[in-house]
């Protein structure tokens, strides 16, 4: 495995989780803690949607770039061809029509696509439409293209009966994943803003509430989902220690630690704070808050990235069942 396929598969990882958390974060935050918040926060969650519709474009041009660069990446260790001969050489074509990465990758191509779509009718209904995003289809959308990356993994690579329950782990996990680590970034912003008015301050403590008990089922599925898909791919307590999937492993556990631990006092300490604030928005809490939020999404990026690095590592229990 090389550094750049690592770096590559992280990229894009790190981009789908951020698009299927981002769009869950519209759909299951925000737009509940808007109507909760009354007729005055309307204006300010049209300016927050307008926000969260362009950090879905982001994280989506960048799943669509790195999901390109992944392929011609793939074909080239698959052809043994150099990128620059893939094309005269049919290697593309030949990589989607007639690999089981190749058929993913189309099929998570269509949906992105599709997603796309939805994304710009929504922009497209005039004024009164300005700033809305997708609702349930586009939120089913992304996490469907978030899940998907199961089916070009070591889940994928199993056979025999297990290979359905393998893969379902991994697709939970994934979709626990997104809906967790990638409503950092769109919290964060909720926070920024709460200072603003009494409307965007009520909008920031409905929505903390909301998604505090969001990440705990989301921290609950990725604890079960994760020790059954090491169980899998390990095989073996001490697999954990003595092969190089294992010990890469123990080091996104330390992370996923370290990240959990700060969840937890956050949620012990500020959100409490912030709750117990009333109408008066308490401007250390929420900075204090926002901060520890910002924190949380580099200890997710820096967990993905590991995971990048798992991805190219062949597993200790290898694939039969």
């Not at 009718?121 to 439409?129: F, P, Q, V």
């Amino acid at each position: 495995m090389t550094v750049v396929m690592a770096l590559l598969r992280a990229t894009h990882l790190l981009a789908c989780l951020s698009l299927a958390g981002t769009l869950v974060f519209a759909r299951v935050i925000l737009e509940p803690s808007v109507a909760r918040a009354g007729g005055s926060a309307r204006v300010e969650g049209d300016v927050l949607r307008r926000g969260l519709l362009r950090l879905a474009w982001a994280a989506l041009a960048i799943a669509l770039a790195s999901g390109a660069l992944s392929l011609v990446a793939e074909a080239s260790i698959m052809s043994g061809l150099p990128a620059t001969d893939l094309v005269s050489h049919d290697v593309i074509s030949k990589v989607l029509t007639g690999t089981q990465f190749g058929r993913v990758w189309s099929l998570r191509l269509a949906l992105l696509a599709i997603l796309a779509a939805c994304l710009v009718l929504r922009e497209g209904r005039g004024t009164a439409g300005a700033g809305r995003m997708p609702d349930t289809p586009g939120m089913l959308l992304a996490l469907s293209f978030l899940v998907t990356l199961a089916w070009a993994g070591h889940a994928a690579a199993r056979q025999g009966s297990g290979r359905a329950f393998h893969l379902a782990g991994d697709a939970i996990h994934l979709a626990a994943a997104g809906a967790w680590l990638g409503g950092f970034l769109p919290l964060a912003a909720l926070l920024d803003r709460a200072v603003l008015s009494a409307a965007s301050f009520a909008i920031a403590c409905e929505a903390t509430r909301r998604y505090s008990a969001l990440a705990q089922a989301c921290v609950g599925a990725l604890l079960v989902t994760g020790f059954l898909n090491a169980w899998f791919l390990l095989g073996s307590l001490p697999a954990l220690i003595g092969s190089e999937y294992g010990r890469i492993l123990l080091g996104k556990l330390a992370l996923f630690a370290l990240l959990l631990a700060l969840a937890a006092r956050n949620r012990s300490r500020l959100v409490p704070r912030l709750l117990a604030a009333g109408d008066s928005p308490p401007p250390a809490a929420l900075r204090a808050l926002r901060r520890n939020v910002l924190l949380e999404a580099a200890f997710g990026i820096a967990i993905v990235f590991v995971v990048g690095w798992l991805g190219g590592t062949p597993p200790a229990a290898g694939h039969s069942p």
